[in-house]
């Protein structure tokens, strides 16, 4: 499984690590990606979400309900 958020669509991003002597190498910088378990009410089921901590703020700010609506207007199979 990627490192990708399912609601916001977050991605590694990549760039350099540029040393002292200014010589550079390639790096990657990952999302905070954390796994939570949201009791979806509408279906009476719990879905299991990866999301950044940014997003986790986001579905406590407008509910599991419309997040997931989110989701899925996203294409992504909750």
């Given at each position: 499984m990627s490192a990708h958020c399912q609601l916001t669509g977050t991605k590694p991003v990549f760039g350099n690590n540029v040393s002292h002597s200014h010589r550079r190498t390639r790096r990657r910088w990952n999302p905070n990606i954390q796994h939570r378990?949201?009791?979806?009410?509408?279906?009476?089921?719990?879905?299991?979400?990866?999301?950044?901590?940014?997003?986790?703020?986001?579905?406590?700010?407008?509910?599991?309900?419309?997040?997931v609506a989110r989701i899925r207007a996203r294409g992504e199979k909750v």
């Open positions: 378990r949201y009791w979806l009410e509408s279906e009476g089921r719990f879905v299991r979400l990866t999301l950044t901590a940014r997003a986790i703020k986001t579905v406590d700010k407008i509910g599991v309900e419309a997040a």
